[in-house]
């Protein structure tokens, strides 16, 4: 497609189990970014792509998160034991060299 | 650390109005800024992107200014509509390629 795909859209989850997700960027694009906006806050940064490997994974809140990037592509962002507090959208984006970013529309994930 | 701060927080104007939404960042070494617009329950829309070299863009009815030395941007939006109504999110990006952003602006355009 044209723009970034993510999977799913909308994920309801029990506490306690994996959840993953997946982010199609735009062919060609070799940066990827993946960002987690709360109910009323703002974005939060969580891990950046270039290429297949993570310069900079800062933002990831715990090492319940795990992100990987394979062919330049596809990437998946990985919850482990979730917890209510993960409920969240998850926004993937993605952009060339030193671009615009576009992002996807979100998987919204719900833990109860 | 990058912070990026927008005022106001919400605004409500009447259709037709121009209007004025302003981003302040602390640390003045980006690579450039860029404005997005989110429509509840959607993804963040791409506006305008202004490169460091650059002082301002443009694309239709908006128009987004940058001073880099004084830390700040605006998004100018002329003759406001319904549709415009949005939260408007400001971003900069510096040079480890990680995009800082404000909380944004809800804006409401009155019909």
């Known amino acids: 497609g044209a723009g970034v795909s993510q999977s799913p859209s909308n994920k309801v989850t029990e506490k306690g189990k994996d959840v993953e997700l997946r982010c199609d960027p735009i062919s060609g694009h070799t940066a990827l970014y993946w960002y987690r906006q709360s109910l009323g806050q703002g974005l939060e940064f969580l891990i950046y792509?270039?290429?297949?490997?993570?310069?900079?994974k800062s933002g990831l809140p715990s090492d319940r998160f795990s992100a990987e990037r394979t062919g330049g592509s596809v990437s998946t962002l990985t919850i482990q034991r979730t917890q209510q507090e993960d409920s969240a959208v998850y926004l993937c984006?993605?952009?060339?060299?030193?671009?615009?970013?576009?992002f996807g529309e979100g998987s919204w994930l719900t833990v109860v | 650390k990058q912070e990026v701060t927008q005022i106001p927080a919400a605004l409500s104007v009447p259709e037709g109005e121009n209007l004025v939404l302003n981003c302040s960042f602390t640390?003045?070494?980006?690579?450039?800024l860029q404005w997005f617009r989110q429509d509840p329950g959607k993804g963040l829309t791409s506006l305008l992107l202004i490169q460091s070299s650059q002082r301002e863009q443009t694309s239709g009815r908006l128009n987004a200014s940058l001073d880099k030395s004084s830390g700040r941007s605006t998004l100018y939006i002329a003759a406001s509509q319904p549709g415009d109504s949005a939260t408007y999110l400001c971003?900069?990006?510096?040079?480890?390629?990680?995009?800082?952003f404000g909380k944004g602006t809800l804006l409401t355009v009155n019909p």
């Open positions: 971003a900069v990006r510096g040079s480890n390629y990680k995009l800082t």
């Open positions: 640390d003045s070494a980006i690579y450039n």
């Open positions: 984006a993605s952009s060339s060299s030193a671009n615009t970013i576009y």
């Open positions: 792509f270039q290429g297949n490997s993570a310069p900079d």
